[in-house]
T-cell receptor, first 112, second 111 residues
Framework: NAGVTQTPKFRILKIGQSMTLQCTQDMNHNYMYWYRQDPGMGLKLIYYSVGAGITDKGEVPNGYNVSRSTTEDFPLRLELAAPSQTSVYFC???????????FGPGTRLTVT | SQELEQSPQSLIVQEGKNLTINCTSS?????LYWYKQKYGEGLIFLMMLQKGGEEKSHEKITAKLDEKKQQSSLHITASQPSHAGIYLC???????????FGKGTRLSVIA
């Protein structure tokens, strides 16, 4: 199993540009999550999904959108990128909330 | 998250020394998860604790959840350079909801 994969690994965006961060898991997990990690700030939940077609906001959803059309994929869309969105983004998945989460390697995004 | 406080924020220890990292919640912990993050990489799951008083060990790392289920400690015995990284605690503080994470403890092990 590849586990949780994320693409791209690095990206530089200009202010106002848009992009989609891809996340795929091959463990047949129902739950998937997007976090951002800023230096010294731990992980903050952006959006999560409990299954295909169901998504919900986390702690910091503004400026982001998600969709979950399949069990495997959970893309994160950034519209009108802003410098405040410079961060490392992690995707994770789990069988359920009471089980451990498996994390992808992260996407390092810089908005200038 | 402010709901989870980790201490210390950073730690530098000499190789072979023992160390403890703490994770404290203002609410009852339904589940407590410890992760390790190597610099520039994703998080690796270490251990999960759910019952008050529970203790788990893996190699030289031991994690405990106190009886009141509001604090957990991670203890590393005879630290090695391979233990260096960022340790994060994550917790379910509402029951069946996504985890909230502490800010992490950055551990450096020097020879």
């Amino acid at each position: 199993n590849a586990g949780v994969t994320q693409t791209p690994k690095f990206r530089i965006l200009k202010i106002g540009q848009s992009m989609t961060l891809q996340c795929t898991q091959d463990m047949n997990h129902n739950y998937m999550y997007w976090y951002r990690q800023d230096p010294g700030m731990g992980l903050k939940l952006i959006y999560y999904s409990v299954g295909a077609g169901i998504t919900d906001k986390g702690e910091v959803p503004n400026g982001y959108n998600v969709s979950r059309s399949t069990t495997e994929d959970f893309p994160l869309r950034l519209e009108l990128a802003a410098p405040s969105q410079t961060s490392v983004y992690f995707c994770a998945s789990s069988y359920a909330t009471i089980y451990e989460q498996y994390f992808g390697p992260g996407t390092r995004l810089t908005v200038t | 998250s402010q709901e989870l406080e980790q201490s210390p924020q950073s730690l530098i220890v000499q190789e072979g020394k023992n160390l403890t990292i703490n994770c404290t919640s203002s609410k009852t912990l339904y589940g407590l998860y410890w992760y390790k993050q190597k610099y520039g990489e994703g998080l690796i799951f270490l251990m999960m604790l759910q019952k008050g008083g529970e203790e788990k060990s893996h190699e030289k790392i031991t994690a405990k959840l106190d009886e009141k289920k509001q604090q957990s400690s991670l203890h590393i015995t005879a630290s090695q350079p391979s233990h260096a990284g960022i340790y994060l605690c994550g917790a379910d503080i509402s029951g069946n909801t996504p985890l909230v994470f502490g800010k992490g403890t950055r551990l450096s092990v020097i020879a």
